[in-house]
């Protein structure tokens, strides 16, 4: 069956992003001119999708807002004869079905997917973490949709990361396949220490699940950070289910943190036609100063 639900969550507190996310979402955080999660959404209807559910929680109405019309601002470019831009911003409105719940408290990532269970009712949904920015051109999710169809299986996006980022990240171990990009996952663990990490291929926020991960995410207890956390939930479905990891090696970028969100707008920057020209000239005036 065709994918064509995704959850987006979106209701963590930033604190990695503070004080820039003290009154507004992480996920509205621009990238060059788009906020975060725009990039997610087009990601998502690139790969077929046209449901989108944002799980949302306090302070977060301007993602909602975000993704509607927003006839005053559209009456005052019309008046001003800014046409591509006005255009611009109704397309925003009608990339897809746009859902939203709210997950009444952070109590973790689990926890806010667990929100979308009525809204997926019995279908396979995609969940994809706007914290992870994919190139315009990836292939990754998907390639995830197509392996799905094939299995059936949930499959989660993993890519190889240093020793020192290991702890970062929710961590498998596993076996492979017959495919070379495909490997089925014996173990997961969230953020470990390097001496405990089963592999060093990490889960880069892409996921696709079948509806029976709800029962998993309700049983959830505390885990690390005393978070309900997806991984505990993903370690159970895997002593009764088949979960296949997709491993990518390129096209990924990471906006969780402050320096690899600079580092992305830089290259997100220098690949935009209308930018990379003047933008280079003070990439170089900077290095020249600071290098
Ligand atoms: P993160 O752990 O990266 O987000 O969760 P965070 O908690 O907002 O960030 P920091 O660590 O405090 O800086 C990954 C995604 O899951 C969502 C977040 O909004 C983020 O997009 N999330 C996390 C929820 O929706 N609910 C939660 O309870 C926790």
Redesign the pocket.
Known sequence: MKLSKAV???????????PA?KAQ???MLPVVDKPAIQYVVEEAIGAGINNILI???RGKRSLADHFDRSFELEHYLKRANKLDELNGVIEISELANFYFAR?P?????????LISQSYVANDSFVVL???DLMAPESTVLREMSEIHSKTGSAILALKEVSQDEISLYGCVGFEKTDDSNVVRITSVVEKPDLRTAPSNLAIM?RYIFNSDIFSYLAELKPGKMG??QLTDAISSYLENSEVLGYVFTSGRYDI??KVDYLRTNFEFALNRSDLREDFLVILKELSDKYL
Not at 105 to 113: F, H, V, Y
């Open positions: 987006i969550p979106a209701a963590g507190l930033g604190t990695r992003f503070l996310t979402p992480k996920e799980i949302t929680g997950q408290e952070p109590l973790g990532l689990g926890n806010a997917i973490l706007a914290d926020g978070e309900l969780g943190n």
